[in-house]
């Protein structure tokens, strides 16, 4: 794992630049007039403070210690308050800690710290307890979604060399056919689990240092193929402590959301009620009208959305007028662009304006809107505490409209055994590459994120990579070459489409069999939702896609 990433944030630290950069003015030229400027632009620390008043005090402790270490403390303090609910299954903060001690002790009798542990399993409270577990030991947890197919948790499997699993249902059943590396699996929704809640084994093993990582998550990049993103303890620690602290959390608050607890953004409502003692609702599966049901049950006073969903709870909220949507203190909106069009739709339907947050796999939770407003529609607010922002041309340097560049506690090191991918994702001076395209307004320092130089479709609040699904479809006997792009949908924000060239082959393949190949290779959401035929792909001298000039459908296209 030593890789460019890591060695370019030790070369910062012998230049004064590393660990804690963002606590004080440094002198290295390019991040040093970078800081300038943003300070200028009310992007640095002025922006930070615009979050938090005290600022200097979270900064010192945003990346203390390890989620084992915070969880611990949070159930001394609050035993016997519920943790996180999923559906109707709760756990209290006493009651999560001690079988996360037994998970952990269990794994440690097995594996050593720092092993990949494999977590694939539907929302549910087993996921939160193996995890708990997971990280409480040491290990690295590798979350899987339930949706990947064996294909998919095969390429997780080994090149996270997980070593264990705790799975259920379909994916238990993959990954026991998967097999090595693996050495160890466990039923999440059988017996096994039981089993490993009572092996009573409740000493804690040896701490590990913070910045060792906590959780390998997979993101896919233009090259279709999933990389291991390594976040540290520290990481997820400054991430969560620094948007907790913006968004002025208690122990007092209570979260409901319907996100994947897969995905970061799902994962970070677990964090929250684990770091402060407060209470997470999760719904195993996105119901606008059990939604409102729950907020409304639980007296809830935040939620977790994606567009998507904000866009099905407006359309009920006009109809149904539900009062327990408008006693929420914050509604928090993320993963995918909200149009001002829906901003303003949502607040006339709930009473307030979706606080919009922006951040990726790689550097976790980077930028909100200000709690106390101004929350400007069609931006993602100001950085958070922690948080270095610049815009940059592709030679990373300052630019007006380009490339956002993040650098900070909660930003990752480096891709997982990738160092051409991770030399790739960063600037000189440990600036990440986002990949995402944008601007500052100088007046109030708010980003406005305009698009993606990564040719992500987000569908449902979900990542699909177009070269992923290509290289799927392309291993169909029918197709010459596809290219992958997302058409505007109402439903789903972007709709996953394929535009094929087909082969010679007889007989010629229809869409709706490309599309029954994908479903048995794909997860669900990826696979295209229609699939068009043209004659041939329209490409640059350097031969590649010129996605923007792929044909529109017409009426007759399926
Ligand atoms: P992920 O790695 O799954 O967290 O996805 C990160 C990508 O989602 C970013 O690079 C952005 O392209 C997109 N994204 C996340 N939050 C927002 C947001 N608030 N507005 C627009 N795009 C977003």
């Known amino acids: 794992m030593a890789d460019l990433g890591r060695r370019a944030r030790e070369r910062d630290t012998e230049a004064g630049l590393g660990h804690p950069a963002w606590e004080r003015d440094t002198e290295a030229s390019l991040g040093h007039r970078a800081w300038e400027r943003d300070t200028e632009a009310g992007l640095g620390r002025p922006a930070w403070e615009r979050h938090v008043e005290d600022v200097s005090g979270l900064l010192a402790g945003l990346a203390e210690g390890t989620l084992g270490e915070a969880f611990q403390r949070t159930a001394h303090l609050r035993p016997d308050a519920v943790a996180v609910q999923v559906d109707d299954d709760a756990l209290t903060h006493a009651e999560l800690d001690e079988r996360a001690a037994a998970v952990a002790g269990w794994l440690r009798g097995r594996l050593p710290a720092g092993a990949r542990v494999v977590i694939a399993a539907p929302n549910g409270i087993a996921l939160v307890t193996a995890y708990a577990g997971v990280v409480r030991a040491g290990c690295v947890a590798v979350l899987a979604s339930p949706a990947l197919t064996e294909r998919e948790l095969r390429h997780l499997v080994s090149d996270a060399g997980a070593e264990a699993a705790f799975a259920a249902g379909a994916s238990r059943e993959a990954l026991a056919r998967i097999g090595h590396p693996l ?58 402590r620094a948007a907790l602290a913006a968004w002025r959390w208690t122990a007092d608050d209570v979260l409901v959301h319907a996100l994947p607890l897969t995905h970061q953004h799902g994962l970070g409502g677990v964090h929250a009620a684990l770091l402060t003692g407060s209470r997470t609702r999760v719904l195993s599966r996105f119901d606008e009208r059990r939604l409102i049901e729950t907020v409304a049950e639980e007296r809830a006073s935040v939620l977790f959305a994606v567009p998507a969903m904000y866009e099905r709870l407006a359309e009920l909220a006009e109809l149904t007028q539900p009062a327990s949507l408008r006693r929420l203190r914050l509604a928090v ?16 339907a709930i009473g307030q304006v979706p606080l919009e947050r922006y951040g990726t796999t790689e550097s976790g939770l980077n930028v909100s809107n200000p709690l106390g407003g101004p929350r400007l529609p069609g931006t993602v607010g100001l950085p958070l505490p922690g948080v270095e922002l610049r815009i940059c041309d592709v030679a ?32 000189p001076g440990g600036w990440f590459r986002t990949g995402d395209l944008g601007h500052v307004d100088p007046a109030t320092g708010h980003l406005t994120i305009s698009g993606r130089s990564k040719e992500l479709v987000i569908t449902g609040g979900l ?22 792009a997302g058409l505007p949908s109402a439903r789903w924000g972007e709709e996953v489409t394929a535009w094929v060239v087909r082969t010679g082959h007889s007989p010629a393949v229809s ?48």
């Open 396 to 427: 990373g340097r300052d630019a007006a409209e380009g490339e956002i560049v993040l650098r900070g506690p909660q930003v990752f090191t480096g891709y997982w055994n990738r160092p051409e991918a991770t030399a790739e994702a960063f600037h």
């Open 463 to 484: 990542n699909v990579y177009p070269r992923e699904v290509e290289q799927v479809l392309e291993e169909h006997p029918g197709v010459a070459e596809a290219a992958v």
């Open 511 to 558: 869409g709706d069999a490309l599309i029954a190949f994908a479903r048995t290779r794909l997860a669900p959401y990826k696979c295209p939702k229609r699939v068009l035929f043209i004659d041939a792909l329209p490409r640059n001298a350097m031969g590649k896609i010129v996605r923007h000039e792929l044909p529109a459908p017409s009426a007759h296209d399926t």
């Open 333 to 348: 909106c993320g993963s995918a662009p909200l149009s001002p069009e829906l901003a303003l739709r949502v607040a006339t």
């Open 183 to 240: 050495r160890t699996l466990a039923a999440l929704d059988g017996t096994d689990f039981g089993d490993v809640l009572a092996c009573g084994l409740t000493r804690d093993p040896e701490p590990v240092p913070s910045d060792s990582p906590a959780l390998l998550a997979y993101t896919s990049g233009t090259t279709g193929t999933p990389k291991g993103v390594p976040l540290s303890h520290a990481n997820l620690l400054s991430s969560i």
